[in-house]
């Protein structure tokens, strides 16, 4: 909690401008210099925070600045920032931080237009697959290559695109179909074939597009406006694959029956729990849900759109047998502004796309930033590649010596050796088919785009101020953080002697007024007339609750009341300005299940509240004590200089 508060406090090193120059030095302090404009970030974005009452004076706050600054150059001299832990915990904050830097939020929102662009058009596409994988070798990638390219040949001079995908396509589902896909839209095949159907215009052949799952030719027949989508039932009469000529027969039999019976006036709920053998839609009146094209045969989703809301088809038949599609409601394609929000969930959930964004991340980065790929160093380390880089055994200790560049992003070099290290952990990635050439160029890439935007990280305080503020807060926050907690905060918590001591002579708190009463719970209702005696016989006898549980219910093995002592403070607590303030006194109340009475056994006035009863309050005043001892001490340990000229004119300037 306090880290938190710490981050909001020192939130203050943010986007402002600054007339004067950021070299113009404010102040020194141990003879570190500290600029003007540093100070100017800090007092603007802190007055632009901070409620009009709360808003301190420049000189208050310079006071309260220069109190910070010396806190931060302590952690540095006691080397807190050359600590393991801190330096683990910023170099996590300067990635996060540089991410709104560096990954520009229109090339997202470039892909989610796209998405929705295509959404509201649908294509009906044929395509021809020849196999294969990302990670096949290279031999196998040009074959597959070759092989497309003649296939492409073929469609492209005029034979019959479904006669050459039956002979060539290693899409199982050719047989069946002749490589004919219907109707999609977007998000319904992956993106690079999603995009290379979309960039074919109607009743042409693409170009070889690639995928994960080999190299495709797509035709694409035409393209209609998306219909939106329609909320849909069906009664459903099944029918098994290679179903016999009686038994099909039969089941058009009965589809035909409940389409005769809804003609004549059968309520479609009826007919659905009659007629239809879908289990899972039967208890829902045949309820399929929202549907949108791709996500139902085409020969059912066609006839329901053509329907009115409210209506019926005709039977219809499909793969899985015979329907009545019942149209519920239809609802047009949504609006921009409507589809953003699902859009852009979609488009970070789907791996193809997050590809596309890293390609154009990455491409605007090498635009910016020269990398220049050294092939003749790469090479050498072929020879030290041996049958363990597939187990994930081979080591990279063997490449130690290759210290020449793999490659250079602008004038750094980032040596054989340190990508050696990274292919040592890809293992898991590397397919045991590939050549020890293939893995390193399939590898280098995706070690060169990480060092890449490493280097993006590095160069981020040169070219944006902001960044560079934003991350010298993070840094001075964190090392403030955790000084403070050694000397303040923990210290109060812990050093028992010393709180103690500053007890002693502490400001006290004080409790109010006070009521100290012993509750009564019990249910039955005749205790109520007994109860006030045998307790002021109990307090006079000065004996123990065995005496009450005695003579109220001395056969029960469980206790008949149960008896509580509770203390209320006037004016804090509701029940104490209810009570009668008197000792001795009771009063009763009562609910469906239990009476309570409540007996005054003292009354007590105000004093002061002792260490563990306010332990909480203590510690923080105790903390205060301590940070203010602290500064103390800083103010006396480091020298502080003020150019009074450079605070004048920034003064003038703020005010």
Known sequence: MKRNVVLILLSVFLTCTYAQSDKEILLSIGGQDVTSEEFYRVYTKNSNIT????????DEYYDLFVN???KVIEAKNRGYDTSRVFIDEFSGYRSQLAKPYLEKSNLKDSLVLEAYERYKEEIEASHILVECRENSIPEDTLKAFQKIMAIHARVTGGEPFEQVARATSDDPSVKDNGGYLGFFSAFRMVYPFETGAYNTPEGQISGIIRTSFGYHIIKVHSRRPSRGSIKAAHIMVRLAEGASEPEEKAAEEKIQKAYLDLMEGKSWADAVKEYSENPRT?????????????????????????????????PIKTRGGYHIGFVMEKRPIESFDEAKEKLTRRVERDNFRKDALENLRYG????????????????????????????????????????????????????????AKYLATQYRKINKEQSFEQIVNEQLKE?????????????????????????????????????TNDLVWTKAQEDTLGLEKFYETASKYQWNERIAVNVYTYADNSYTTKLPA????????????????????????VPCIKIESKVYEKSQDAMAD???????????ESDDNSNY???????????????????????????????????????????VTRNDEVFNKLKSELN
């Open 578 to 588: 209810k009570l009668p303030w008197e000792k001795g006194a009771t009063m009763l």
């Open 597 to 639: 009475l409540y007996y005054i056994t003292d009354i007590k006035g105000k004093e002061d509240k002792k260490l563990h009863e306010a332990r909480g309050l203590y510690i923080a005043d105790y903390q205060t004590h301590l940070e203010k001892e602290w500064i103390k001490e800083l103010r006396d340990k480091y020298e």
């Open 68 to 70: 910070y600054k010396l």
């Open 282 to 314: 039967k208890e829902k009146e045949g309820e399929i849900g929202w549907l949108r094209t791709g996500q139902a045969p085409e020969e059912f989703l066609g006839p329901c759109f053509a329907e009115e809301t409210g209506s019926f088809t005709k």
């Open 364 to 419: 605007q980065l090498r635009n910016k930033y020269k990398v220049v790929i050294n092939e003749e160093n790469l090479e050498s380390l072929f020879p030290l590649l041996d049958s363990n880089i597939y187990k994930g055994t081979w080591t990279a200790a063997t490449a130690k010596h290759l210290t020449q560049p793999a490659f250079l992003i602008e004038d750094k070099p980032i040596s054989t050796y340190d990508f």
């Open 447 to 483: 070690f060169a785009n990480t060092q890449l935007y490493e280097y993006a990280i590095e160069q981020l305080p040169y070219e944006n101020k902001d960044y560079k503020y934003l991350m010298k807060e993070y840094h001075d926050g964190i090392l403030l953080f955790n000084l």
């Open 51 to 58: 409620s009009e009452s709360d808003k301190k004076s420049i």
């Open 534 to 557: 045998l307790i002021k016989k109990q307090r006079k006898k000065k004996a123990g609750d065995e005496f009450l549980l005695k003579n109220l219910c001395p056969s029960d093995t």
